[in-house]
């Protein structure tokens, strides 16, 4: 998927920046699912609180993938779990349907999640319980959310085992999670996630530790998934190449920011952002092999949480970094991307 992408680099300059209460260009005119303005995420610690997200702003449409790319470190699940209330938000919203989060009771939010919204955690074998049955996990979740009896309930877990490509689902529904694969836990994982057609689906690394093979088949399946239920899905990977061909948009982050923004074509066509040309040519192509020599790498580390340097938070990593650079960018728009580094400030 990532084989035929380029990293070319863009000099145009952008337009001034919207306030953080603009939609996105690319679901202005449609009413988007989910928003998301000035997220600040913060956890408590013995030193402190520790900021792990800061002013981060996001639309996301019916029907729509947005992936969000980075480093591991740079935020992004933290985003996820906060677009579930999951983490404690100290600023900013979070609106599902036009309903804040924040303003719901606990009793509330948890009507909310798994109907209204679901999530794909990083790890199968975790989330699901390993001494309960399949079918006992997946019936508890229909009839928490949906008014059908237990005999109902297992025909619609059934269907959905039926839909993510598990074989003889009523056998299935039977055993333990154990005595499945990694990648047939994953899809009983997306199963459960869809089963009460949920708004928006969160899918938090949804292929990590799965071979290349069913990494493809899993992105395949929440793609076809996708249009098939109209279901927004924001999609949360380390790898910016496995979302090529599955992201109908893509926002890359670094030290709990959002600093780049794009149609997934234009973002691979001409990445803007030093961090996102550095993260494309990392990434092996067969087209352009190394040569006997190693792969590109980003060098240096990302800062920790609350400890990124004044400025751009970039700039010690980054080969392009001017004076200027010290000192905070603001986000800059042009037409459907937006980026925040001072190459492409007017």
Aim: with cysteine; aromatic share 4%; charged share 20%.
């Amino acid at each position: 998927m990532a084989q035929n992408t380029t990293a070319q680099h863009s000099t145009a300059q952008g337009a001034a920046a919207p306030s953080p209460a603009e939609p996105s260009p690319a679901t202005a005119g449609a009413e988007p699912v989910l928003t998301v303005r000035d997220l600040q995420v913060s956890y408590q610690t013995d030193d402190g609180p520790v900021p792990a997200v800061t002013g981060v702003s996001l639309d996301l449409a019916a029907g729509e993938t947005y992936a969000i790319v980075g480093e591991s470190g740079s935020g992004k699940s933290t985003v996820a779990l906060a677009l579930l209330a999951l983490a404690p938000i100290v600023g900013g919203e979070v609106r599902l349907a036009g309903r804040d989060l924040a303003g719901l009771s606990r009793h509330e939010l948890r009507r909310l999640r798994g109907r209204e919204i679901a999530m794909i955690f990083q790890e199968p074998m975790t989330s699901l319980n390993p001494v309960l049955t399949l079918g006992y996990q997946l019936i508890e979740t229909i009839r928490l959310h949906q008014p059908l009896d237990r005999a109902a309930a297992r025909g619609r877990a059934i269907e959905m085992l039926e839909k993510v490509g598990i074989s003889d689902p009523a056998r299935r529904l039977a055993q333990y999670p154990h005595e499945l694969s990694g990648g047939m836990r994953q899809r009983v994982m997306i199963a459960m996630a869809l089963s009460c057609n949920p708004r928006v689906l969160v899918a938090d690394e949804p292929t990590t530790a799965l071979d290349v093979t069913v990494q493809a088949q899993i992105l395949s399946l929440l793609d076809d998934l996708r249009a098939e239920f109209g279901t927004g899905v924001v999609l949360i990977t380390h790898d910016i190449g496995v979302v090529a061909e599955t992201a109908d948009r893509i926002g890359v982050m670094y030290a709990g920011q959002l600093i780049e923004e794009a149609p997934t074509a234009d973002l691979f066509a001409s990445p803007m952002h030093p961090y996102t040309r550095g993260l494309l040519a990392s990434v092996p192509r067969v087209d352009l092999p190394p040569a006997g020599g190693p792969l590109a790498a980003l060098h240096g580390t990302p800062p920790k949480p609350g400890k990124a340097p004044p400025g751009c938070p970039f700039r010690p990593r980054c080969g392009e970094a001017m004076d200027v650079c010290s000192t905070m960018p603001p986000l800059t728009r042009q037409g459907l991307r937006s980026v925040r580094c001072w190459l492409h400030d007017r």
